[in-house]
Nanobody, 112 residues
Framework: QVHLVESGGGLVQPGGSLTLSCAASESRFYSNGMAWYRQAPGKQRELVAGINRYGLTNYADSVKGRFTISRDNAKNTVYLQMNSLKVEDSAVYYC??????WGQGTQVTVSS
């Protein structure tokens, strides 16, 4: 059973933008701590951005200044706004909650 559902992935050209969404199927899976991870083929899953219940955020150095994580507690949803996308941002992006729940992943492909 999937407790976190991602959407918004797709194909975009370098320099383009995408916004990912992660909606919790039940409020109990919408955690105090939420994060986005990504995994490219042949690479380990890595943390992209995290946000706590107070809105404090942290980012991987590779995405600082380009990506923004945010949350809408009324909708039990976390977002990842991705700007100035690069080819190396291509990966499957996963939503994670501090209860231990993972989403099924959404593919982001940056290519000309």
């Amino acid at each position: 059973q999937v407790h976190l559902v991602e959407s918004g992935g797709g194909l975009v050209q370098p320099g383009g933008s995408l916004t990912l969404s992660c909606a919790a199927s039940e409020s109990r899976f919408y955690s105090n701590g939420m994060a986005w991870y990504r995994q490219a083929p042949g690479k380990q899953r890595e943390l992209v951005a995290g946000i706590n219940r107070y809105g404090l955020t942290n980012y991987a150095d590779s995405v600082k200044g380009r990506f923004t994580i945010s949350r809408d507690n009324a909708k039990n949803t976390v977002y990842l706004q991705m700007n100035s996308l690069k080819v190396e941002d291509s990966a499957v992006y996963y939503c994670w909650g501090s209860t231990g729940a993972w989403g099924q992943g959404t593919q982001v492909t940056v290519s000309s």
